[in-house]
């Protein structure tokens, strides 16, 4: 036995919706540890089934999938503490991931001011954006040559000095120019005060950073304070699908926000019965799932105490005029959620076996109860935790 060999665990540290459609089963980008695993929902048989796995000698940080507009088939954008941005295309016949692109942007290592951290797409697939923790933000912008082969730009920089980031998303804004949604912190006064009380009124900021396809450069177009901490954003379907926009999960509520003139909305995260005796216990939000089809969409929002939530946004002419959440089940707390096309909810446990669970009719009241309404579906046996999962 090699010891230098890289042993894949059962660890899963990304998840991502990964719609082959080359094939007409639905997959999902499954990562536990150093492996990179396609799962795939058969009509018959077991709800998801490995049917392509690849050893990594990276850690990946980020995944994600895009398609771009015009081409065939979707690609996989892979970041990794090598300090490179990898695109993969997933080729049914071999049964393989092939490498279309390799980008070196920084130092190997997982280092607070080297992007990587934290990866966003534009829906249509036009640009990619890579963050550090700190300061630094990168902007590729994807594009296919004469022979529809897709290519890559040079990374055009968006960084902020002084600048905590917390996530990053992109905006669906239809076909106008990319754009970019980040919770960021600006600590540069709260660094320069010896008294820390700077430090105490620091808010975060909600910056949105859109792409001018014509000129080629990233700007800063709008930015606003945050009243309540932040810790995770969501896209909201836009142009033809919904009313564009993103939802903010702050600490207690859950908040709406649209570039414009469009109001916020905001909506309080419900709490279970013996939580409303502790006035000074707060909820998060720690990971979410969209599931979109033609004629409609809804999130599927999960809590720290692990209870999901059902999401639905009531809009007229384009305009959000209402959040509504439900109580949908609860399952352990999650890495990461997926719901397919066909119905079926992926859950990635932090701790103990990945669920696979067909989702039904929703409880009429809120009451904690195990999977009472998602009968699961047996998947492979874990051992290990899920440290994180997209």
Do not use: W
């Amino acid at each position: 036995v090699d010891p230098t060999a890289r042993a894949a665990s059962s660890s899963v540290r990304r998840r991502e919706d990964a719609s082959v459609r080359a094939h007409p089963a639905e997959g999902l980008l499954h990562l536990p540890g150093g492996a990179r695993e396609l799962l795939r929902h058969e009509a018959a048989g077991d709800p998801c089934g490995p049917r392509e796995d690849t050893r990594a000698a990276a850690s990946g940080p980020q995944h994600r999938e895009t398609a771009l507009c015009g081409l065939q088939g979707d690609y996989i954008v892979v970041g990794a503490d090598s300090g490179r941005i990898t695109i993969l295309e997933y080729n049914p016949a071999k049964n393989v991931f092939e490498k279309i692109h390799q980008e070196t942007f920084g130092k190997s290592g997982c280092r607070r001011i080297v992007p990587g951290q934290y990866m966003a797409v534009d829906p249509k697939g036009r640009a990619i954006m890579i963050g550090a923790v700190e300061k630094q933000k990168l902007v590729y912008i994807l594009n296919r040559d004469a022979a529809a082969r897709l290519t890559i730009s040079s990374p055009l920089e968006a960084h902020k000095a002084h600048t905590l980031v917390y996530d990053i998303v992109g905006v669906d804004v239809g076909f106008e120019n990319p754009m970019f949604a980040c919770l960021e912190l600006d600590y540069e006064e709260a660094d320069n005060d010896p008294t820390g009380e700077k430090a105490q009124i620091a808010q975060q900021m909600l910056t949105f950073y859109e792409l001018d396809l014509g000129l080629n450069h990233v700007v800063r177009k709008y930015s606003e304070p945050l009243e309540d901490t932040a810790n995770l954003l969501i896209r909201v379907p836009g142009g033809s699908d919904g009313p564009s926009g993103i939802l903010v999960c702050c600490e207690n509520y859950l908040l709406y926000k649209n570039f414009g003139d469009q109001p916020d909305l905001r909506c309080p995260i419900p709490r279970r019965k013996n939580d409303l005796d502790d006035a000074e216990r707060s909820m998060l939000f720690v990971c979410s799932a969209t599931h979109k089809t033609k004629h409609m969409f809804f999130f599927l929002l999960q809590t720290e105490q692990g209870d999901l939530f059902k999401v639905t946004l009531e809009s007229e002419e384009d305009v959000v005029t209402e959040i509504r959440i439900k109580y949908f089940d609860t399952v352990a707390v999650a890495a990461g959620l997926c719901v397919l096309r066909t119905g079926f909810l992926f859950c990635a446990s932090e701790f103990g076996n990945q669920l696979v669970s067909l989702s039904s009719h929703l409880p009429p009241l809120f009451r904690v109860s195990f999977l009472s309404h998602l009968p699961p579906f047996p998947f492979h046996s874990l051992l290990l935790p899920a440290i994180s999962i997209r």
